[in-house]
Structure formats: structure tokens, C-alpha cells
């Protein structure tokens, strides 16, 4: 395994130079474009890595998938979903269009920004440190890492910069979909997407999907119902709008982040974590998709 890995890290790099690094997050644009690095942890316990596997980078819209538990467990999938719905989306992670979409007027799903911003505004909590706080320990809980924390350049670089998401929140709040304060609530979004992390700790959250809920530990995090949902809205919607082609030529529950992260849950058997900050026209990691793309026919990781 671990030379199947330094093979294809090794063959994926020519792809780094294919993408570029986020620059909407002028923080985000010191990123160096040629890091690449994969990291496996199978549901056995094996762990497996090459690359720039240690390489830090901000988790972005992973967090997408942890603020959605989080949301689940305070609130139940039933009024979750009255919130926000279960849609994909031809459109940007960042699109305004998407919210007139709906019949409701609620954003199409919880992996793009709307939906995200509206998923973080039911986090429980009575103030922003209290929520802020709960999101990362409940991500030091599942990534079984205690030292993440929250990069405050690339916080504060978001908060500066965020006026398309300010757009989307104050939109949906005119709409009743939020409610409270739009910037209270866009401080979590940012803190949250700034949440500092490795290739491991993103293939440990795909581990505990991809065993239905429950951590290398025995502890269960969530429920298998959650857990089975989420990994769908992964496939129909985590890659944004290229989550199609994605389930097509790669084929598992995935998410991915500006920061260069992919999350993959591989149902049953691993979870991965890929790292590769030079992006593709949708947003992705260039080098990140090649690696599971590569992976994925050469283990036949493909659910379908
Ligand atoms: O809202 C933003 O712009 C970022 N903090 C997160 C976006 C993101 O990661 C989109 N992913 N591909």
C-alpha cells in the first residue's frame, strides 16, 4: 500500500502545476501550489501516507461536513433538513442563484456557502466563542487530534474579504431563513473554515463516516441514518459542481475545501485524506482529484 501511494503521488504531481491556489483569500494565496500528499487510514487501524502528508493546510468547506453533525445532533435530521435542503447545484459554491432555486427559499444543500452559513446559524450555543468552541472540539473529538485549532490570518483574512457570503446571509435572513446576527453568525462560518489541519486529520473524519459513525474507538460520534445521509449529500453535492463527473470517474463520498483538502469516506473500508493546494476551475484540489482518481481504480474503490 504504501508504495502504491508514493507511486501516484509521485505520477499526480504534474497536476499541481494544472491549478492554482485560492486567491479570493488574499491568506490563502501564500499557499505553496506544490505540495501534494495523501494520507489512508483504513477501518482496521492501518495507517498509510506519502507526500506531503503533514503539510498544514485550513480545512475550508470541509468543515461543511463537521458543522452538519454538529447541527444534526443539536438539532435532528428532520428540522435540519426543514432548513436547508438536500439538492445539487450546477452552480458555484458561492452563488447567489442557487438560493432562488428552492421552492422554499431555502439554500439547495448544506456543502455549498448558503447552505453551510444557514447549517452554522443552528449550531447551539449562547455565544460566538461558545459555538466557535463547540465546532473544534467536536472536530479535535473526531479527527481523535487535540492540538487543531483555528489559523487567525487566514480568520481574519475571510472576515475582511467575506462580502459574497455576507451577500448570501443577509439575503436569506431578508427571506426568514436565518435568524439573529448575520455577522455573529458568519464569525463561526469563518472560524470554522479556518480550522488548521493535515492530510491525517481529514482521513480520520472520512474513517468514521465511512464506518457508519462510529470512531477507530468504538465511540459513536453519530447515527448510522446521519451518517448515510451525509455521505449521499457528499457524493450528489461535495464537490460542488463537479460532484457528477466526480462520482463518475472517481466514485466516493468526498469533500472538498479551498484550502486544498479532499475528505473521502470509502464505505466499509478507509477513509483518505488528500492535500494539494493548487485548485481547478470548480475549486478543487488539481492534484488531490488525480490521486483519488488514480486511487480509485487501482484498489476499485468506486461505490457504484
Ligand atoms: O466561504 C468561503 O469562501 C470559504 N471559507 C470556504 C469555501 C470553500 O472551501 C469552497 N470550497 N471549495
Redesign the pocket.
Known amino acids: 500500500m504504501k508504495r502504491i501511494l508514493d507511486n501516484i503521488v509521485e505520477e499526480c504531481r504534474p497536476w499541481t502545476s494544472k491549478g492554482e491556489v485560492a486567491s479570493y483569500?488574499p491568506e490563502l494565496a501564500k499557499a505553496n501550489p506544490d505540495i501534494l500528499g495523501i494520507w489512508v487510514t483504513t477501518l482496521g487501524g492501518e495507517e498509510y501516507f506519502a507526500g506531503e502528508y503533514d503539510f498544514k493546510f485550513t480545512i475550508?468547506?470541509i468543515s461543511k461536513v463537521v458543522t452538519l453533525m454538529l447541527a444534526i445532533l443539536d438539532n435532528g435530521i428532520e428540522y435540519v433538513f426543514s432548513r436547508v435542503g438536500m439538492e445539487p447545484t450546477e452552480a458555484s459554491?458561492?452563488s447567489i442563484t442557487n438560493l432562488d432555486s428552492h421552492e422554499e427559499k431555502i439554500p439547495l444543500n448544506p456543502m455549498i456557502?448558503a447552505g453551510a452559513i444557514a447549517i452554522v446559524s443552528l449550531i447551539h450555543g449562547d455565544t460566538i466563542e461558545e459555538k466557535a468552541t463547540r465546532i473544534l472540539n467536536f472536530t479535535r473529538k473526531i479527527t481523535g487530534n487535540p492540538y487543531i485549532s483555528i489559523n487567525d490570518s487566514v480568520y481574519e483574512s475571510?472576515k475582511k474579504t467575506?462580502d459574497r457570503?455576507r451577500a448570501l446571509a443577509y439575503y436569506m435572513k431578508g427571506n426568514g431563513i436565518i435568524e439573529g446576527s448575520v455577522e455573529e453568525i458568519l464569525d463561526v462560518y469563518?472560524k470554522a473554515?479556518s480550522m488548521e489541519v493535515t492530510s491525517k486529520d481529514i482521513a480520520r473524519i472520512g474513517a468514521m463516516l465511512a464506518n457508519d459513525g462510529v470512531l477507530l474507538t468504538n465511540e459513536r460520534v453519530i447515527s448510522r441514518e446521519a451518517c448515510r445521509i451525509i455521505k449521499t449529500i457528499m457524493v450528489t453535492c461535495g464537490m460542488?459542481d463537479a460532484s457528477g463527473k466526480f462520482a463518475v470517474h472517481i466514485g466516493i463520498p468526498a469533500k472538498?475545501?479551498?484550502?486544498g483538502g479532499i475528505m473521502a469516506a470509502v464505505p466499509r473500508r478507509m477513509g483518505i485524506g488528500v492535500v494539494g493546494p493548487a485548485l481547478n476551475s470548480k475549486?478543487?484540489s488539481s492534484g488531490g482529484i488525480k490521486i483519488l482518481e488514480k486511487l480509485s481504480q487501482e484498489l476499485d474503490l468506486s461505490i457504484f
Do not use: A, L
Open positions: 483569500i475550508q468547506s459554491f458561492n456557502n475571510e467575506g457570503n469563518f473554515c460542488y472538498s475545501g479551498v484550502g475549486g478543487n
